[in-house]
Each structure stands twice: as C-alpha cells, then as structure tokens.
C-alpha cells in the first residue's frame, strides 16, 4: 500500500491499482464527486487525505 503523507496526491493509475479496478471504473469514481479530485489541463490528481477517509467510510461524502 502507498505510504500516505500529508499533501501527497495519487494519479488515476495509482488509484485504479489501490482499488483493483479499470480505467472506467476508476474515472467514474472520480466523476462521482465521492471525495475531492484535482484537475490539471488534461490529468487528474486525487488528494491522498480525503481519499484515504473515504475508503475509511465510503458512504460519507466530505467536499
């Protein structure tokens, strides 16, 4: 498992491979709005923190 550090983001891939799910998948997830995402031009980032609590509890939606 990743090493989670304050202020530390993940990139799709990173979450598809902690989640053990595919591509569409992991951008329907993102599009969900079930945890804060990050979008730079054409590339996503997901914030470690927020996405860690929502694995913790995915049925509380934080923004």
């Known amino acids: 498992m990743c090493e989670q550090t304050q ?5 799709v891939k990173e979450l598809q491979e902690i989640l053990k ?4 998948a992991a951008y329907s997830l993102i599009h ?3 945890f804060s995402v990050i979008k730079i031009g054409q590339t996503y980032r997901i914030p470690a923190a927020p996405f860690y609590a929502w694995l913790e509890n995915p049925g509380v939606v934080e923004h």
């Open 7 to 11: 202020g530390s983001t993940l990139t």
């Open 32 to 34: 969900s709005k079930a």
């Open 21 to 24: 799910i595919g591509t569409n």
